[in-house]
């Protein structure tokens, strides 16, 4: 097909315009406009992230079924690819419990964890969420992310948070236990009770203990002390540090590994090798829903902390940017050994709270686990999985908020029943189970709702202009007009309600004549609501109605002249209702008149 | 559990308004007050449409892919059943194009066509669509017809016609093929063009062309006549008995048969014997997704004609009393040796022109068919398969509406796309994945189109209490305070829209102060409009500004008193836009004031 001029103008123009906005936010990067007075900041950010970071990114690999490096690994080249293309000055990314889980549920479908083809997997849906993170970026499909309605995600997080904090307790208790919903887990737990290895019982239910003290009484404790803010912030965030060397070196020397505590075992020292994931289409194929899944919620707790921390500075969050950002952050992970990532909660808030101002905070934590990877990784052989499945619990059990079904219920029953229900399903079937459910039976209920729309029937206000609900006011009315006000736009779940709703109206009042559509409030009427009025008028006019519209917006109406509509109208277009009024009490009163005397008036 | 005497006097409550129903229903049943002057009409119309169907429900039983028979039998006790419990006084049951195309794309998954376990699959599929007709309407469930859009229906239903006529095509050509899908059919017609056989050909075709002229020409031409209406009307409707009689008569003694024309061959003379269903789970497992499409197809198909004829009469149509009447159709249907049916569309027009008053009518055309099963089976021996296609073929052509495609697409391009999108699926993949498509686009496009609401900054019109459009409008604003008017109830998929859309007016003038939101227009705001409405609020608050509502409707206002979002909201609450423009303006002229004459003013 030969391109003609016009269309080359504007490839030409759509190019031109894409160039000055890549060189526009080059040159608005952060990276080139860096001050570094703010450098002090970010190093210290980056510390206390880092310290953190290192014990829950050694955790989150256990959780997503992983060696311990591959959590190191998606804490390196991750957080780089993220600072350079995200959009959020304080986010930080990196492995997070939620989407360690999904990770672990889909790859456990098609490898066997602790296989090199678990792995293999894990970084194929890692970069299979990257590419489609990148997808919607280019797109600009964003809002698809708005499906996923607050008391949904709400309940998958809650519900995440009880399914990983008891997937955990196997590594408490030191038995094997597998699954990916309560009933599997709670059995295998069950069955396996009595092989419970009362070392690792103590060092967990310890580690379990110290690391909740820190978290809510060691502050309390050291602000009646005293102690300077600074330091008892740096304290309370060591405690999971303190925690890790302890039963690190207590395993060390009681010999804890001969009486059956399960430790990490050898990392290997190092940086990861860059490898291209596995290329085999069938994989690809059987990892794609699952790598849908996990990049929406990924996406939609991300951009919900960054625009939160965002908002305290005044600064906006570019959710294609985000996606941008989240997307090379995955495709980093997915070359260097790690699996998906995300922007977590409290690991952001620590970030911003820790005083950092640009993304390079984030560069500087890559490069400090990056240190972690080669100098300390011979430190973590004797520490125990039961202190990471301790770090875990104490992380999710903080995402826990049963009182949001309480506060749901008292607000609406719908969303009470869409938040229930995707509690349930990923309780009893899983997680993607639980996200799909919530997602359309939210959209079947919202749906249900404007199925429904509000209408009155309404009369004139006596000596004004405007009109109210027949039932709420005193107005007048006329004999054989009928005047409804629809409180929503047409479409087809609601357009069948309607027209029975009026059908019905005049049936109950045989000496009907018109019936006034008050238009007020219709934004959008769609092509199956325009056949239904069609079909109105046609049934009206079979039993001698006519149908008329008045108060028709501006948009509206250039649709339906669009169409055959307004042709096949019995009745008029009036501008305002009180126009429709005056018109039709004229004409209900020339009706009433005798023949003869009408003619003459007529 | 104990029941308490509430709850006991409820249920009796309950059973006693149920009891009550029930009486009240079986009093009014048409049946009871049968007046005896109906009778001739009736009975006109039973004969009128029984000549309508006997040749067409044994072309829809082969396009089932079952035996002739099957036809008569799903229009004998089905008829009865439906006209006994349906709601319609019009609408004539039985095998439909649609339903029966459905009907072999889902059986013929399971067993090979001309089998006895494909038969058997078949009845299972009535019985359990019937089975689900029932639940919808013990459950009240007949609303959810109402999410097949129109324009969905109407392309499946063009879609749907276009396959059939394309299947027909191997009986008019006397060859074998196979597929539910053009590509699949397309390739296998032409694969085995060559063996074409000639006479079925020759007869095939010459159907064709007499029953298309019976429709279009044969009318005009007894018009001219000057025959009497009825006359007319009865010669016209005989056409297809008058094709089928001729080449009956023309393969016996031209003895094609042997010359290789398909012929019905041997039909079991007399009634059905009644059976019970195969029950194998299994079976009924994997007809279940099936079964629920053809019911909604079917249902949707029959309430519409049912209602179009009701209101020609000024009757109503009950869709709960409708779901009962075609659930126990299908399940007459499932033990009497048919297969799915619902309410025709040409059949029932038929009916209500030949003047049938009751559904007696379907009852006698019931009696009719059960006659010709028992005495006219051997007549249709030598009837050729080619002349039930041409029959087919004829009546599908008149559900091709593809001036609809136009008209959609000038009305609303997101119809066209949903429509489009179903026509190309039905053609291209089958039926069943048609109508999902159709649906879920349908679904997703309005939901798409509700996410980015009309939303307008409003002033105040001088010398008015009225607020209109900043950019349509001369009118008044105030310095400090933005007042947005958003023209959509807030819900998860529009809401994150309209937080960013007002924190970026906020960030775009700086001096603002406070920002109204004037909610005349929302309906209803769920939990996770709710929550950003929450943090919408909090980010405002950081930005040092205020956020106020006014005109909140009464029942949303009763639903905010029941969060905690009015305890946190920064601004008021204002009962008017004017009392909220009064009152910033007040304030923003304090504001302006220096200190010390503030501080004594205020």
């Known amino acids: 097909m030969p391109i003609d001029s016009s269309t080359r103008q504007w490839l030409a123009r759509q190019l031109n315009r894409n160039k000055l906005m890549i060189s526009k936010a080059i040159s608005n990067h952060w990276l080139l406009n860096y001050q570094s007075k703010d450098g002090p900041a970010d190093l210290m950010a980056a510390v206390i992230v880092t310290i953190m970071l ?92 708005n499906y996923l309605s607050h008391p949904v995600i709400s309940g998958f997080i809650t519900a995440s948070a009880i399914l990983i904090a008891v997937s955990q307790l196997k590594h408490l208790l030191g038995i094997q236990a597998q699954g990916h919903n309560l009933i599997d887990l709670g059995t295998d737990i069950f069955q396996n009770l009595e092989t419970t290895n009362t070392y690792t019982l103590l060092l967990g239910t310890a580690s379990l203990g110290v690391l909740f003290w820190t978290r809510k009484g060691l502050k309390t404790f050291l602000m009646t002390l005293q102690s300077p803010a600074l330091l008892t912030d740096l304290l309370t965030k060591a405690g999971p540090v303190l925690v890790v060397v302890t039963t690190t070196l207590a395993v060390l020397f009681a010999d804890l590994e001969t009486k059956g505590v399960q430790i990490v075992g050898h990392i290997p020292q190092g940086l990861p090798a860059l490898t291209l994931p596995n290329l085999n289409l069938q994989l690809w194929k059987e990892l794609l829903p699952a790598a849908i899944l996990i990049s929406l919620i990924g996406f939609v707790e991300s951009i919900s902390v960054a625009q939160t921390l965002a908002a305290k500075r005044r600064q906006r969050i570019t959710p294609d940017k985000e996606l941008l950002g989240l997307g090379s952050a995955n495709l980093a992970s997915a070359i260097s050994g790690g699996f998906p990532v995300t922007g977590g909660f ?231 209702q009180f126009q429709a009024w005056q018109a039709l009490k004229l004409k209900s009163e020339n009706d009433r008149l005798p023949d003869n005397i009408n003619s003459t008036a007529g």
């Not at 194929?124 to 970026?137: D, E, K, N, P, R």
């Not at 959209?443 to 309404?458: N, Y």
């Open 346 to 576: 409290s690991r952001s808030v620590v970030n911003f709270d820790a005083g950092a101002r640009t993304p390079l905070a984030g560069i500087l934590t890559a490069a400090a686990i990056a240190l972690a990877a080669i100098l300390l990784t011979p430190w973590f052989y004797h520490l125990p999985k039961a202190t990471l499945a301790a770090t875990i619990i104490v992380a999710v059990v903080a995402l826990i908020d049963l009182s949001a079904l309480k506060r749901t219920w008292n607000y609406s029953r719908a969303d009470f029943t869409a938040m229930a229900a995707t509690i349930l399903t990923v309780l009893l079937v899983g997680v993607e189970a639980g996200v799909i459910t919530g997602v359309l039976l939210s959209i079947l209920l919202f749906l249900r709702q404007t199925s429904k729309p509000h209408v009155a029937e309404v009369g004139l206000v006596p000596g004004t202009e405007h009109f109210r609900n027949v039932d709420r006011h005193r107005v007048e009315t006329l004999e054989t007009v009928i005047n409804v006000r629809v409180d929503e736009s047409l479409y087809f779940a609601n357009t069948r309600f309607l027209e029975d709703l009026i059908y019905d109206k005049v049936l109950q009042q045989p000496q009907t004549k018109d019936v006034v559509l008050v238009c007020a409030a219709i934004n959008h009427i769609d092509a199956s609501a325009l056949e239904s009025l069609e079909e109105l008028t046609r049934r009206l006019f079979d039993a001698g109605v006519q149908l008329h519209l008045s108060e028709v917006k501006g948009p509206v109406m250039d649709r339906l002249k669009q169409s055959a509509f307004l042709d096949n109208l019995t009745g008029k277009v009036f501008l305002s």
């Open 54 to 145: 290192i014990p829950q990114s050694l955790a989150y690999a256990l959780l997503a079924g992983l060696p311990p490096q591959a959590g190191l690994y998606a804490s390196i080249l991750p957080l780089g690819a993220y600072a350079l293309f995200g959009s959020s000055r304080f986010l930080a990314v990196g492995p997070v419990a939620v989407v360690s889980l999904m990770t672990a549920a889909a790859v456990s479908q098609i490898a066997i964890p602790g296989t090199a083809e678990y792995w293999g997997a894990s970084l194929v849906l890692a970069a299979a969420s990257g590419l489609i993170l990148l997808l919607m970026a280019i797109l600009r499909l964003g809002w698809i992310a």
